[in-house]
């Protein structure tokens, strides 16, 4: 027996340990095997399938509640007037409604409705003055040296450029570095010419006149004011400058008549023509109404300087015109301090406000 027992003991630690390395290994495999057979099952794909199927359809039906929403509420739409469209509208709705032309329209009719106010309030107060205007204009202006000497003038000046030509080549400069500026269109006069200048004359045909303010206006694009130089004869005739006028309002081109002679002829077709004015905050159109400088006396030319103040004080604005001479310059700087004190403002010609 006791030569037994260490064999037997021998075989059963074998046995033990090919049930170890064999037989348990085998054992969980076979357990594993049968969970993936069973999560693959038959059953269970079909099963899978069914609920597919069923998600599937409850999409499609609700695609299809959708389109009948839409159509119905597009059906209702097209019933209702469009006033009760506005009242019931929610935002979106309106949004999903544009490509309606009616509704977009009366959604533009809307908004102008209600901009509309808004706006005209805000033309009012620009177009609403403080104090009585005055705006200077010194015309006859061809070289940077004269407008630099206006720059140092302590206040607004209006300087009227000459168009350019071979003895002022330039203007279209200065017009690029002044604040604001105007052209001085040559005009015929009655007993006046000088040959360096380019000028329009009474009977000059319609196309001579657009091709000339064409022209001014491509070297100045900018351009928004002209007054004339000279033209006591062109401004007097009807015909002429009904042409004239009519062209400048095609180029936005606002006129500012010299009154070089009395009988001029721009109040009239002004009157005549129902046209808006270019500038919202000037219902009239512009004329001098004092020329500083017929006497070339600065004690003079102060006196006329006080007669505008006068004016700007009854009308609410005035315009006075001068030229570039040494006593013209030297008036208006004497009179910085009285300008200052006298209860006008100086502005440019753009920011006149007529009644």
Not at 26 to 55: C, F
Not at 130 to 152: C, E, F, H, M, S
């Amino acid at each position: 027996m006791d030569k037994v027992k260490p064999v037997t003991i021998g075989i059963i630690a074998l046995l033990l340990l090919l049930l170890s390395f064999n037989f348990i290994p085998k054992t969980q495999k076979q357990n594993k095997t049968p969970q993936k057979i069973n999560t693959e099952s038959p059953q269970q794909t079909q099963s899978n399938a069914t609920l597919a199927q069923s998600n599937a359809e409850l999409i499609q039906k609700n695609i299809d509640f959708l389109k009948e929403n839409l159509e119905a509420l597009k059906a209702s739409s097209a019933q209702e007037p469009p006033e009760q469209m506005h009242e019931i509208e929610s935002p979106k709705d309106t949004q999903t409604n544009l490509d309606s032309p009616t509704l977009l329209n009366e959604t533009k009719t809307q908004d102008y409705q209600e901009e509309s106010p808004t706006k005209n309030t805000q033309e009012q107060r620009k177009c609403q003055r403080t104090k009585p205007q005055l705006a200077i204009i010194i015309d006859d202006i061809g070289t940077l040296a004269q407008y630099r000497v206006l720059t140092k003038i302590h206040y607004k000046i209006t300087p009227s450029l000459f168009p350019k030509s071979r003895i002022n080549p330039q203007t279209p400069k200065i017009a690029e570095i002044a604040p604001f500026y105007m052209v001085h269109l040559p005009l015929e006069a009655l007993n006046f010419y000088q040959e360096e200048h380019e000028w329009l004359f009474v009977g000059d045909s319609r196309d001579k006149i657009e091709k000339r303010i064409q022209a001014i206006k491509k070297d100045f694009p900018t351009l928004a004011y002209i007054n004339n130089h000279t033209g006591s004869k062109f401004t007097q005739n009807l015909e002429s400058m009904k042409s004239l006028l009519e062209t400048l309002a095609k180029h936005n081109i606002s006129f500012l008549d010299s009154r070089t002679t009395p009988h001029t002829k721009t109040n009239i077709l002004y009157n005549a023509d129902s046209q808006k004015p270019l500038n919202p905050c000037q219902e009239k159109f512009l004329e001098r109404d004092v020329f500083l400088d017929n006497e070339l006396s600065i004690p003079k030319i102060t006196q006329q300087l006080i007669q505008a103040v006068k004016i700007a004080k009854t009308k609410g604005y005035a315009i006075a015109i001068g030229h570039p001479h040494k006593e013209t310059i030297l008036a208006l700087k004497n009179a910085e301090d009285y300008l200052t004190k006298s209860g006008v403002e100086i502005v440019y010609v753009n920011e006149i406000i007529t009644p």
